[in-house]
T-cell receptor, first 117, second 112 residues
Framework: DAGVIQSPRHEVTEMGQEVTLRCKPISGHNSLFWYRQTMMRGLELLIYFNNNVPIDDSGMPEDRFSAKMPNASFSTLKIQPSEPRDSAVYFC???????????????FGDGTRLSIL | GNSVTQMEGPVTLSEEAFLTINCTYTATGYPSLFWYVQYPGEGLQLLLKATKADDKGSNKGFEATYRKETTSFHLEKGSVQVSDSAVYFCALSDSGYSTLTFGKGTMLLVSP
């Protein structure tokens, strides 16, 4: 089975530019998570969706960050405008969680390494 | 709130040595517990899990036992290999929607 697929794997852009990260979850999974990983702050949960609906976006650092999940097989994380401090590895994960009482494991993509110059 | 505390690394071992990475947790409910491993340049992979007290999760020679009385889930392996060099994350889930609370990660370095 295909795992979680993220694109691009690497992105280098100048500050002020719009950045869009993409994620395709595992087929049949109905929970999707976006994380950011840095040396200083470790792994941070940004937002998660269940059945394409955003459940908790309290981890999104600023209004410059937005995420969408238009259907069960695709999600985007957008940064506009980007800043050097947004440089990090961004991970998408999915799980077969069935809602409030689910504790199923998450499956991670290989991440997007983002560098903002 | 929920929290996970792991021993700080790096943990440096010689090949075939015994490994223990300590993990303790605080949770309001009855969490499921996980160990994830992250190899360089890759995402996190589920290594093992345990869903209730006294359960033992195991995979690839790694083991961890869910100890409710000590709120711990220590990772062990009897004989490490160079290929086990990676960052190991302990995590719990009890907030629903499969959300995870992660520890800060422990880097393991195994030398030949």
């Amino acid at each position: 089975d295909a795992g979680v697929i993220q694109s691009p794997r690497h992105e280098v852009t100048e500050m002020g530019q719009e950045v869009t990260l993409r994620c395709k979850p595992i087929s049949g999974h109905n929970s999707l998570f976006w994380y950011r990983q840095t040396m200083m702050r470790g792994l941070e949960l940004l937002i998660y969706f269940n059945n394409n609906v955003p459940i908790d976006d309290s981890g999104m650092p600023e209004d410059r960050f937005s995420a969408k999940m238009p259907n069960a097989s695709f999600s985007t994380l957008k940064i506009q405008p980007s800043e050097p401090r947004d440089s990090a590895v961004y991970f998408c994960a999915s799980s077969a969680g069935q809602g409030t009482y689910s504790n199923q494991p998450q499956h991670f993509g290989d991440g997007t390494r983002l560098s903002i110059l | 709130g929920n929290s996970v505390t792991q021993m700080e690394g790096p943990v440096t071992l010689s090949e075939e040595a015994f490994l223990t990475i300590n993990c303790t947790y605080t949770a309001t409910g009855y969490p499921s517990l996980f160990w994830y491993v992250q190899y360089p340049g890759e995402g996190l992979q589920l290594l093992l899990k345990a869903t209730k007290a006294d359960d033992k999760g195991s995979n690839k020679g790694f083991e961890a036992t869910y100890r409710k009385e000590t709120t711990s889930f220590h990772l062990e392996k009897g004989s490490v290999q160079v290929s086990d060099s990676a960052v190991y994350f302990c995590a719990l889930s009890d907030s629903g929607y499969s959300t995870l609370t992660f520890g800060k990660g422990t880097m393991l370095l195994v030398s030949p």
